[in-house]
């Protein structure tokens, strides 16, 4: 079994690939990559979208509700100490926009356990299919739109790493702690009430 420092080495290597796609065209056809994908040829075609799977794909998020600008995923990794410092034994975590799942594997190794919320099935398939039968037990992955998500009753914190919401926080986020980002994305805006976390965020703006 890897640790999960090896598994996280792999997921960064896989998103580097991914990153490094993004930008990539087949000028040779009409397909094109519509998100970041590995480099293996067995792989990497059935990643390419045709302009008819690409008005698929995009009907697909907006029928979750999701905005466009909110389906990129950032690993804001320089923030996962400061959150891991905040969180104890005792707690039960939702991880809000979980992307390739780095953090949330780090947090299912200090916490009671982490439900990962991501609404881009094609980042949690290739999360997935790197981590494998290592995915800990404690660790259970869900694709929905984190905005329309209902939070488990046993859930203490609420972790939200994605700085580029632009939207208002759900209602019921108010009964739990939410850790978050700060808009500029330089630091964890956490251990507050909700109300003081909506004011200090509109400090930002």
Known sequence: MRTTQQI??????????????????????????????????SKTKRYLKTPEQ???LIAYYEDRGAMPHELFFVPESWLY?????????????????????????????KVQKVYAVEINHEIISYALDEIGYDLPIN????????????????????????????????????????????????????????DKILHKLRDYT
Not at 141 to 161: F, H, K, Q
Request: no cysteine; charged share 30%; proline share 6%.
């Open 8 to 41: 996280i080495d792999a997921l960064k290597k896989r998103y580097m690939q991914w990153m490094e796609d993004a930008h990539s065209r087949d000028n040779n056809s009409a397909l094109e990559p519509s998100f970041p994908v590995p480099q293996e040829p």
């Open 54 to 56: 690409l008005d698929r």
């Open 81 to 109: 100490d400061k959150i891991l410092d905040q969180l104890t034994e005792d707690d039960v975590v939702v991880d809000m926009g979980a992307g390739d799942l780095r953090l949330s594997l780090l947090m299912a190794e």
């Open 139 to 194: 660790l259970d992955v869900i694709v929905a739109n984190m905005m329309e998500y209902e939070i488990p009753s046993d859930v203490t914190t609420i972790v939200l790493l994605v700085k580029n919401v632009t939207r208002d926080l759900p209602d019921d986020w108010g009964n739990y702690r939410v850790l978050r980002a700060s808009p500029d994305g330089e630091s964890v805006i956490g251990k507050l009430s909700y």
